[in-house]
């Protein structure tokens, strides 16, 4: 069965400092590889997905399948990136990890 | 395009009782997915329902169901309440694109 795994429940970093987010997967196929985000008193959105290797607000995410993990990155941090991250996986359904609290710190 | 919308947005129900919740998506989306939101457990996946018939299924118990109209509007039904089925309880919608899921606000329900 697939599952997603992101190890840090909460991230402080300093504005302008580098942000990672780590996220691990199990899966036995080719994933499918996604960030949501949900900002302060917002919906559930879609961040960005492997596929298209695009920057999402300054974000990207590389898909590494030696080590089957998805980091999510940002050379800089903003006071606006503050929010709860999430990875999912899609096969069949989406499946997300438990989410980490990213908190910028002015 | 309306987002997603959920009813009601808060309630509050007495263990053993039963509760439905009511999910309409973005004008056009046929798929409506449901889940749950615990701060311990994260997002949890409870089922997919794709023109009236469920496609996929979480490891939630019978006690959880749902059902899909012709007019792709979805309910949620929880019967028997326990206290630890207090969540957030998400719905979300999606079209071409099942990956891309929009969320509507949820329904908070809390089990006294």
């Known amino acids: 069965a697939q599952r997603v795994t992101q190890p840090e429940k909460l991230l402080s970093v300093f504005k302008g400092a580098p942000v990672e987010l780590k996220c691990n997967y199990s899966?036995?196929?080719?994933?499918?590889l996604f960030w949501y985000v949900q900002y302060s008193r917002q919906r559930l959105q879609l961040l960005l997905r492997?596929?298209s290797r695009e920057s999402i607000k300054g974000f990207t995410a590389d898909l590494n399948k030696g080590e089957t993990s998805f980091h999510l990155k940002k050379p800089f941090a903003q006071e606006e990136d503050s929010a709860m991250y999430y990875c999912?996986?899609?096969?069949?359904?989406?499946?997300f990890g438990t989410g980490t609290r990213l908190t910028i710190i002015p | 395009k309306a987002g997603v919308t959920q009813t009601p947005r808060y309630l509050i129900k007495t263990r053993g009782q039963q509760v439905t919740l009511s999910c309409s998506p973005i004008?056009?989306?046929?798929?409506v997915s449901w889940y749950q939101q615990t701060p311990g457990q994260g997002l949890q996946f409870l089922f997919e329902?794709?023109?009236?018939?469920?496609?996929n299924k979480g490891n939630f118990p019978g006690r959880f169901s749902g059902r899909q109209f012709s007019n792709s509007r979805s309910e949620m039904n929880v019967s028997t309440l326990e206290l630890g089925d207090s969540a957030l309880y998400l719905c979300?919608?999606?079209?071409?694109?099942?990956?891309?899921?929009?969320f509507g606000p949820g329904t908070r329900l809390t089990v006294t």
């Open positions: 979300a919608s999606s079209g071409d694109t099942p990956y891309e899921q929009y």
């Open positions: 899966y036995s196929g080719s994933p499918e």
């Open positions: 492997h596929i």
């Open positions: 999912a996986l899609i096969w069949e359904k989406l499946t």
């Open positions: 004008s056009g989306h046929r798929s």
């Open positions: 329902y794709f023109s009236e018939t469920q496609r």
